[in-house]
């Protein structure tokens, strides 16, 4: 079973930042795709940022040059930086493992819990 689990979720103002963690095995950490998704009231789940095994990343346009997705190698954790945070980056955030790395849902079959992310203007 691939346990994830996700860390760093608060509230921030608006401009503000903050880093979300995603702690899972050794082997997850190595063999998978991991991906940040988020999912707002009422709204669909969307892809946020990947990171490959050959650490490429991918990044959804309205957080790029203000995200970054990267690993921690020595603590095998795969963390997320979130700078200028806007009011409309609200919402809760999921760490995601798979095996294909494209940021659409149906592609990770193994998810974290979840942590909010509130960003007050």
């Known amino acids: 079973q691939v346990q994830l689990a996700e860390s760093g979720g608060g509230s921030v103002q608006s401009g503000g930042s903050l880093r979300l963690s995603c702690a899972a095995s050794?082997?997850?950490?190595?063999?998978?795709?991991i991906a940040w998704f988020r999912q707002a009231p009422g709204k669909e789940r969307e892809g946020v940022a990947a990171i490959r095994t050959d650490g490429s990343t991918s990044y959804l346009d309205s957080v790029k040059g203000r995200f970054t997705i990267f690993r921690d190698n020595a603590t095998k954790t795969l963390s997320l930086q979130m700078d200028r945070l806007k009011p409309e980056d609200t919402a809760v955030y999921y760490c995601?493992?798979?095996?294909?790395?494209?940021?659409?849902?149906?592609?990770?079959?193994?998810w974290g819990q979840g942590t909010q992310v509130t960003v007050s203007s």
């Open positions: 050794k082997y997850t950490y190595r063999a998978y795709c």
């Open positions: 995601a493992a798979g095996s294909y790395c494209s940021l659409t849902p149906r592609y990770f079959p193994y």
